[in-house]
């Protein structure tokens, strides 16, 4: 059983360039939850989806950043016209429909921008 | 609002010793509790959760933690260290009245081990 998927693992961007991060949720978990780690920080939520539906994006920045999580394939976080302060590592996390607490986390995606 | 704090951000214990990572948390309600482990540049791994129940909780290679309501604490034990211990720890916690989805991480302890 596979685990939660992200691709890709690193990837660097000049500023302004647009940031396409794709989550593939375990086998069964129908929720996607996305978090950033700063450098030297631990992980802070940014959204909270399930197919086709955005259930909490308190944590996600006003403007630039979207996600989306469509009824056919990956989770998408994307961030347009990125900035240096962008850079951080990217989490997706997932979990089955009836245990929200019960998250489990991809290897991440290590976004440099240039 | 939810917090939790990470007392140390790095520790550095000889191998074969006692490893105590310090985490308290504020919550209007006791929450979920989690301790997770991350390796460099990987993911983050669960050691263990509290949710309801026996307060001292079991996890992976060879970690426990204690839920002490009163203390508002969670710290995580391992009697004795060992180098494939060194990573980064983190410390979390969720809400209840919401299932949980929303998980508050720590700062992190990163943990050194000395042979």
């Known amino acids: 059983n596979a685990g939660v998927m992200q691709n890709p693992r690193h990837l660097v961007r000049r500023r302004g360039q647009e940031a396409r991060l794709r989550c593939s949720p375990m086998k069964g978990h129908s929720h996607v939850y996305w978090y950033r780690q700063l450098p030297e920080e631990g992980l802070k939520f940014m959204v909270y989806?399930?197919?086709?539906?955005?259930?909490?994006e308190s944590g996600m920045p006003k403007e630039r950043f979207s996600a989306e999580f469509p009824k056919e394939g990956p989770s998408i976080l994307r961030i347009q016209q990125v900035v240096r302060g962008d850079s951080a590592a990217y989490f997706c996390a997932s979990s089955p429909a009836g245990a929200k607490n019960e998250q489990f986390f991809g290897p991440g995606t290590r976004l440099t921008v240039l | 609002a939810q917090s939790v704090t990470q007392l140390g951000s790095h520790v550095s214990v000889s191998e074969g010793a006692l490893v105590l990572l310090r985490c308290n948390y504020s919550?209007?309600?006791?929450?979920?509790l989690f301790w997770y482990v991350q390796y460099p540049n990987q993911g983050l791994q669960l050691l263990l959760k509290?949710?309801?129940?026996?307060?001292l909780v079991k996890g992976i290679n060879g970690f426990e933690a204690e839920f002490k309501k009163s203390e508002t604490s969670f710290h995580l034990t391992k009697p004795s260290a060992h180098m494939s211990d060194a990573a980064e720890y983190f410390c979390?916690?969720?809400?209840?009245?919401?299932?949980?989805?929303?998980?508050?991480f720590g700062a992190g302890t990163r943990l050194f081990v000395k042979a």
């Open positions: 509290y949710t309801t129940g026996a307060t």
């Open positions: 919550s209007s309600v006791p929450p979920y």
């Open positions: 979390a916690v969720s809400d209840r009245d919401t299932g949980g989805f929303k998980t508050i």
């Open positions: 989806l399930q197919k086709e539906n955005i259930i909490d």
